[in-house]
């Protein structure tokens, strides 16, 4: 654990005083279709922590908070829920390793919004899962689309987004993702605030408990009977 601390320490001082610094709110709504039970316990806001490309994203989970700080180099999970706080960390060369399964196709869009003051070049994106030999079939249903407006004024550069949409340019402060039939889930920033941001905030509290990606699913079918999300057939992040 010190030396993760350590790490984690020297990776925020390189980034101090470069770029945006402060933090971004997003409301989420849903459109279309969706069972009235599934969107009773579903999350309506979260709040983005920025300085320069690292950030840490935080959002209620129902039972708890679930945090997620990215560095760049490492991606790490925390989870504050009453009967345990607990962390797990992902390389860099694991999640670039699992886009390698993936095709990214990202098409400038003609039009801009202006969010928040900040005027967001559009992208059209869909993510396609390429298909095992057995499941040609089922190529549609691993595409993801999405329609997304960034901003260059957030981040350092695009290594901002390489966990979540390697070569899109600029932060996303509106994503709206198309699924099944007519439904959408939209997520817009409503406040973007600069302040200065501690390099705490992407440290792992001393707290917590600290596992392997591993364990930590083996732990969380100890307490819950399940191994987390139903999509992380990766097991990256």
């Known amino acids: 654990m010190a030396a993760l601390l350590l790490l984690v320490c020297g990776n925020v001082t390189a980034q101090k005083n470069k770029s ?3 933090t971004i709110k997003y409301s989420i709504r849903y459109e279309g279709d969706f069972d009235p039970q599934q969107l009773a316990n579903a ?3 979260n709040t983005e922590t920025i300085m320069g490309n ?3 994203t ?3 989970i129902g039972i708890g908070y679930q945090h997620q700080i990215d560095m760049v180099d490492s991606i790490t999970i925390l989870f504050d829920i009453p009967m345990e706080k607990m962390a797990y960390s992902v390389p ?3 999640i670039d390793e699992s886009f390698k399964q993936v095709q990214i196709e990202i098409n400038k869009r003609e039009d801009t919004k202006t969010i928040c003051g900040y005027v967001c070049q559009g992208y059209d994106i869909v ?3 390429n298909a095992e030999e057995e499941d040609e079939d089922e190529e549609e249903v691993k595409k993801t689309v999405l329609l997304v407006y960034t901003t260059e004024d957030i981040g350092i550069d695009e290594k901002i987004n390489h966990s ?3 070569g899109l340019k600029g932060y996303p402060l509106y994503q709206e993702q198309q699924l099944d039939g007519n439904k959408k889930i939209i997520t817009e920033a409503v406040e973007v605030k600069k302040k200065k941001v501690s390099e ?3 440290m792992i509290p001393v707290n917590y408990n600290y596992y392997t990606p591993e364990a930590f699913k083996e732990h969380l079918r100890q307490l819950f009977g399940t191994s987390g999300s139903e999509d992380d057939e990766d097991d990256d992040i």
């Open 92 to 94: 860099a060369s694991r």
């Open 127 to 129: 993510f396609t899962r």
């Open 164 to 166: 979540s949409c390697p």
């Open 20 to 22: 945006f610094s402060g």
């Open 200 to 202: 705490v905030e992407f």
């Open 43 to 45: 999350p309506t806001e």
């Open 54 to 56: 690292f950030t840490r």
């Open 58 to 60: 935080s959002i209620n």
